[in-house]
Structure formats: C-alpha cells, structure tokens
C-alpha cells in the first residue's frame, strides 16, 4: 500500500480526475488566465468541482447562490450543473476578481446565466432579499464570515436548499482548541452552527487531493 503522503494524494487524485472529470476548453481555460492573472490557487479541485456540478444536477437546482467567486472556476461548473435556463448569483468581493471571473464565464459559454455581484457578501446577501428562492448555495469566502453566510443560506434557500461549504477540513486545525487563526475558528463557528441550527441537517467529510488535507460541508434546509 502507497504511502499516506501530499504527493501520493496528489497522485491518486490526478488519477481520479483523469478518469472521472476530464478536460473541458472552458475550464481549462478559466484555470489558465486565473494562474496567468497571478490568483492563489485556491479554487477547488477538478473532482471538487465536479461535485458541485453533480450537486446541482442530482437536486434539480435551477437558481445557485454562490459565495466567493474567484475566478469563476466553480462558478462554471456550477453553470454547466443548472443547465440552460438556470441561473447562478455569484459574490465577489475583489472587483479585479471579478473582471477575470466575467471574461472565464463569457469564454466558457455560460455568461448568459451567471450574475457577477461585487462587493463584500455581507452587504451584497441582504439585496438578494425578495428574490426567488435559491436551491443550492455554495459557501467559498472568508471562513471569518461562514456563520454570517449560512445564516443567510437559509434565509435566501427555502426546505429542501442544498447548502456546501467549502474548506472545512483546514489541515486537520479545526480540532485544536487552541487555535488562534480567525479562519479556523470561523469555519468551526460555522460546523457548530450546522449542528445546533435547527433549519440544518448536515454532514461534513475530509478531504485529502491536489489540494492538500481539508474537507466540504454538505446540508439541507429543513
Ligand atoms: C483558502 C480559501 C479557500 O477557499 C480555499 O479553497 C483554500 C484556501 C484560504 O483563504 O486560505
Ligand atoms: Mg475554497
């Protein structure tokens, strides 16, 4: 048996993406001038990605709230998962982000369905009040903000709303308790508050890949 090691998860998880997700000109593009555009790369993995786009399909989403836009790495896997006709909302904070996140989205194809927001998600949630109802959200911001943001999930969701955060597992620091890293104690915050909230049911599991030791949340409104 390999080695539980960052390269042999590396290994494995080029392996699965090869198989399993493939290569796709958008995306693929969207990679390219994101790392060219000098963005960390800290969007999610090919299989991560792909599992929001089959999270969209397998609960039928139409309307995807999106926080934390990046490049639009995600945000065209999650377009590609609502299909024509859908929609996608997606917050972006830093306007240069942005600019690179609307030029991917135009070049993937899926301009048509996704609305670029800018500004702090914190104040750009509370404009989406009124709207219809949002079927999945995916939380992928300051982990600082996760309660912030899940509160708002399940104010802009209804029953039935697929919530999914992002960047749970955090090296494995999430359990220690002495923690001073405010994004560590933002995302544990947030843990918490899928356990406690009564409008949650949740589940959470680690991760290990290109990116290194970490995990995703998944939860329904109830
Ligand atoms: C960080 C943020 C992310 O969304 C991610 O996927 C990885 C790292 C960060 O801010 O460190
Ligand atoms: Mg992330």
Redesign the pocket.
Known sequence: MAESTPANWRRTDEFLSDLLVGHDPGLDAALAAQHDAGLPE???APVSGKLLNLLARFSGARRVLEI?TLGGYSTIWLARGVGDGGEVVTIEAEPANAAIARTNIDAAGVGDRVAIRIGRAADVLPTLEGSDPFDLVFI?ADKESNTIYLDWAARLGQSGTVVIV??IGREGEIVDDDTTDPMVIGTRDGLRMLADDPRFDATALQTVGIKGWDGVALALVL
């Open positions: 800290i969007e999610v934390g992928d992002d960047n």
